[in-house]
């Protein structure tokens, strides 16, 4: 099992609509979570740091549910400029910091 | 203020060349992170570095590549004989030294291996 998965999508979103997606981890160790966000043949970026108690950022919205370990990413009103690879990101301090990232779920916005 | 830079940005080697791609940190980062990318596929962890230490090589195959950060100069991934397989976008990242849990790794823009 991947110790991070992710619906590879695509998730064909009109414009305006809400969208949401989920990721799981495999490790209750997991101490920090991201969203990262990638286009196309670019390098990935952080879109935001999910925190315990959920967090919001403009049309964004992630929450944790450790309980059964998995994070999700709404997008309220999406734009056209949305569409990109979304890239679930987890951290453990037993694995040295290191970064694992899901395969991404892609999400394409059309008018 | 410069960020994470890679060099070269594209690179065409031969089967069986030797391909050296080249991170240097944002100022200030001295934990540089190696990642690979398969065409439409997600980041596959490769290795982790501090400065003159490894930390983590778990993600690296076990032939032929190679990783290293000096105490001077950027951060270099080596990959020996390359074949068509080792053709992907390869990424870099740094995050500052001893940083807390929750802080982000910054990307530089990759360097695109194509082997012919």
């Known amino acids: 099992r991947k110790e991070v998965e992710q619906d590879p999508g695509p998730f064909n979103v009109p414009e305006g609509a809400t969208v949401a997606f989920n990721c799981t981890y495999s490790?209750?160790?997991?101490?920090?979570f991201f969203w990262y966000r990638q286009d196309c043949r670019k390098e990935p970026k952080l879109l935001m740091s999910?925190?315990?108690s959920g967090n919001e950022d403009g049309r964004f919205t992630a929450q944790l549910n450790r309980a059964s370990q998995y994070i999700s990413l709404l997008i309220r009103d999406s734009k056209l400029s949305d569409s990109a690879t979304y890239l679930c990101?987890?951290?453990?301090?037993?694995?040295?910091?290191?970064?694992?990232f899901g395969g991404g779920t892609r999400v394409l916005v059309k008018p | 203020n410069a960020g994470v830079m890679q060099n070269p940005r594209h690179l065409v080697r031969r089967r069986g060349q030797e391909a050296r791609l080249r991170c240097s940190p944002m100022?200030?980062?001295?934990?540089v992170y190696w990642y690979r990318q398969l065409p439409e596929e997600g980041l596959k962890f490769m290795v982790y570095?501090?400065?003159?230490?490894?930390?983590?090589e778990s993600g690296m195959p076990k032939e032929r590549f190679s990783a290293e950060f000096p105490k001077e100069g950027p951060s270099i991934l080596r990959i020996q004989q390359v074949v068509r397989g080792d053709s992907a976008a390869y990424f870099c990242?740094?995050?500052?030294?001893?940083?807390?849990?929750?802080?982000?790794?910054?990307f530089g823009q990759g360097t695109r291996l194509t082997v012919v």
């Open positions: 990242a740094s995050s500052p030294r001893d940083s807390p849990m929750n802080t982000e790794a910054f």
């Open positions: 490790n209750s160790a997991s101490q920090s």
């Open positions: 999910v925190y315990s």
């Open positions: 990101v987890v951290n453990r301090k037993a694995a040295g910091n290191k970064l694992t």
């Open positions: 100022k200030g980062h001295s934990h």
């Open positions: 570095l501090q400065k003159e230490n490894i930390i983590d």
